[in-house]
């Protein structure tokens, strides 16, 4: 039954109501995040610290043990796991729009949600794509270069650019990293929202925020590329901008769900 629940929710056989929305509104959603994080933003850049340190860490942790083929897939992958990392984001949206307390410590309030079981199975979806991606380019490199990884960077740089296998690595490598992420944003668009404010169960998350993708297909990837040149930006320099631009994707997140979801 426990399991039942987690996958259904307590609120089993109401499936929630998806609404068609325009490009304006995803833009709406943008600036309402950028305004929650304007309101109080040394709380939500000290809770997003974690990025840009994450992101560095995971380069020097590559670099060390000469794993330069899969930093930029570590770098791209990390943010499939986005959405579960800014669960406490979502929260702090959640009480502002109630006219609650949004000191800092409430986005650890996602520990006490009903839901939370849901949550961490859809968190588990999202790591097990992270996982499957980064198996993915590394398979794709050692077909393409030998299991033998570079000596150097200089070299690796020379037998990305300088080759005709590196450009066939640039181009296949992206197009499998366009899938996932379509296959992330497709079943998570409002999925942690949507737990946060109604247990729902796992299942219903995930169909939720296909449905809403395939009601509004434009409008969903035009959220996509957003948040792709906002994740852009944040990595400039070393990721520091992560420790803004997450938490305004975060809270924007948030707003989506509203736009998309009824109430």
């Known amino acids: 039954m426990a399991t039942f629940h987690v996958m259904s929710g307590a609120q089993h056989g109401t499936q ?3 609404r068609k929305i325009s490009i304006g509104e995803v833009w709406d959603a943008f600036w309402l995040g950028f305004d929650d994080f304007r309101e109080q933003p040394s709380h939500y850049v000290f809770l997003c610290l974690i990025f840009p340190i994450s992101g560095v860490a995971l380069i020097t942790w590559s670099s060390g043990a000469n794993l330069l083929p899969i930093i930029f897939p570590l770098m791209a992958g990390f ?3 986005g959405p579960v990392l800014a669960l406490g984001l979502y929260e ?14 409430h986005a650890l309030d996602v520990r006490d949600s009903p839901a939370l079981p849901a949550i961490l199975a859809v968190g588990a979806f999202l ?27 200089s070299a690796f740089l020379s037998q990305i650019f300088g080759t005709s296998a590196g450009w066939t690595l640039i181009v296949v490598g992206n197009l ?10 497709a079943t998570t668009v409002v999925a942690f929202p949507l737990l946060l404010d109604r247990d729902v169960g796992a299942v219903s998350a995930l169909e939720t925020s296909f449905r809403a993708t ?3 297909p434009v409008p969903v990837a035009f959220w996509g590329l957003i948040v792709a040149i906002c994740l852009m930006i944040g990595t400039i320099p070393i990721f520091a901008g992560l420790a ?12 989506l769900y509203r736009k998309l979801v009824a109430r």
């Open 92 to 105: 702090v949206s959640r009480r502002r729009e109630a006219g609650l307390d949004t000191s800092w410590q």
């Open 176 to 185: 499998i990293g366009f899938c996932f992420a379509a296959i992330v944003l």
């Open 244 to 255: 803004v631009i997450m938490p305004i994707l975060g809270h924007a997140t948030w707003h």
């Open 79 to 81: 943010a499939l796991l």
């Open 214 to 216: 395939m009601t509004n």
């Open 16 to 18: 929630p109501e998806v």
């Open 127 to 153: 790591l097990a794509l992270f996982i499957t991606w980064i198996l993915v380019a590394q398979y794709l490199y050692v077909s393409l270069f030998g299991p033998e990884p570079p000596s150097s960077l």
